[in-house]
C-alpha cells in the first residue's frame, strides 16, 4: 500500500495550495481518506475527511470555511485546496486510508509520508 503525497510548499499568507495524495494497493473506492498535519512541536492533528463516496465531508473547526477535501475515485486520489492559508497552517500534512468509515480522529488504516506545506507571513 502507499499512500503518497504533493503540492506542498512556501506560500505567502492568504495564498493557496492544492494537495494531492495518490494511493496504491488498495481498492480506494472502499475507503474513507482523511488529511491530517503535525506541526513542529505539536501532536499530529485531523485537518479534514472524505467519505468514500465523496458525499460527506468533514472539517477540523480551524479551517472549515478556508479548506476543501475532494477524491476523485477514478484517478485513486484525494485532494485538499487550502485557501486563505495562514502562518499556523505551517506543518507536515499526511494524508491516510480508513476502511470504510471516515475518522475525526488518528484511527486509520494506512498513512503517506507527508508533505511539507510552509506559510510565512
Known amino acids: 500500500v502507499q499512500l503518497v503525497e504533493s503540492g506542498g510548499g512556501l506560500v505567502q499568507a492568504g495564498g493557496s495550495l492544492r494537495l494531492s495524495c495518490a494511493a496504491s494497493?488498495?481498492?480506494?473506492?472502499?475507503?474513507?481518506m482523511g488529511w491530517f498535519r503535525q506541526a513542529p512541536g505539536k501532536e499530529r492533528e485531523f485537518v479534514a475527511a472524505i467519505s468514500r463516496s465523496g458525499t460527506n465531508t468533514y472539517y477540523a473547526d480551524s479551517v472549515k470555511g478556508r479548506f476543501t477535501i475532494s477524491r476523485d475515485n477514478a484517478k485513486n486520489t484525494v485532494y485538499l485546496e487550502m485557501n486563505s492559508l495562514k502562518h499556523e497552517d505551517t506543518a507536515d500534512y499526511y494524508c491516510a486510508a480508513k476502511w470504510l468509515a471516515a475518522l475525526t480522529t488518528l484511527e486509520y488504516d494506512y498513512w503517506g509520508q507527508g508533505t511539507q506545506v510552509t506559510v510565512s507571513s
Open positions: 494497493g488498495i481498492s480506494f473506492s472502499w475507503y474513507a
